[in-house]
């Protein structure tokens, strides 16, 4: 593999293919709508945050690992154990207010 230029010919025909790429209106339009955007739509985000609908085991996983997350930062009183715990406790009541919603839903 060369890392310096092509040779003047490849390049010439690497032109040719791009300016003939251009020139391809819907090609162009493809390319334009198949953009990936850096930041997420603020709609789409919480439409899905509202459609999310927990497993009953996932809740039970983050209930453990929450629970388990408080007693230990309760012992210990570490930072990364308290902040650990401060950042699993809002998604595990997310999920467990959205799995009760979901079970009064369907009953």
């Not at 293919?17 to 162009?28: G, K, P, V, Y």
């Not at 388990?68 to 012992?75: C, D, K, Q, S």
Request: hydrophobic letters at 45%; proline letters at 6%.
């Amino acid at each position: 593999m060369s890392i310096g230029r092509l040779p003047e010919n490849e390049q010439r025909i690497l032109d040719e293919m791009e300016r003939a790429l251009r020139r391809d209106r819907r090609l162009d339009r493809k390319l334009r709508t198949h953009r990936v955007s850096r930041r997420p739509d603020p709609a789409r985000v919480l439409a899905r945050l509202a459609a999310y609908r927990p497993r009953v085991w996932t809740v039970a996983v983050l209930f453990a690992v929450s629970t388990g997350l408080m007693v230990a930062g309760i012992v210990t009183s570490e930072p990364g154990v308290i902040w650990a715990f401060a950042a699993i406790w809002p998604l595990t009541m997310f999920a467990g207010f959205r799995l009760m919603c979901r079970c009064c839903d369907d009953g």
